[in-house]
């Protein structure tokens, strides 16, 4: 259950800081932040 609720979490702060990048437009800091998140999150 902790391990779901976790996993939610990081989707929700991903999302957030997906949207806050769209916003931005900051899309090369993107892809350098969210390969590793993925590696980390598998």
Same mark, same amino acid.
């Given at each position: 259950?902790?391990?779901?609720?976790?996993?939610?979490?990081?989707?929700?702060?991903?999302?957030?800081?997906?949207?806050?990048?769209?916003? &931005?437009?900051?899309? =090369?800091?993107?892809? &350098?932040?969210?390969? =590793?998140?993925?590696?980390?999150?598998?």
């Amino acid at each position: 259950m902790s391990r779901l609720s976790g996993s939610l979490v990081q989707a929700i702060e991903w999302l957030v800081a997906f949207v806050n990048l769209l916003l &931005t437009n900051d899309v =090369p800091f993107l892809l &350098t932040w969210s390969i =590793p998140a993925i590696f980390i999150g598998l």
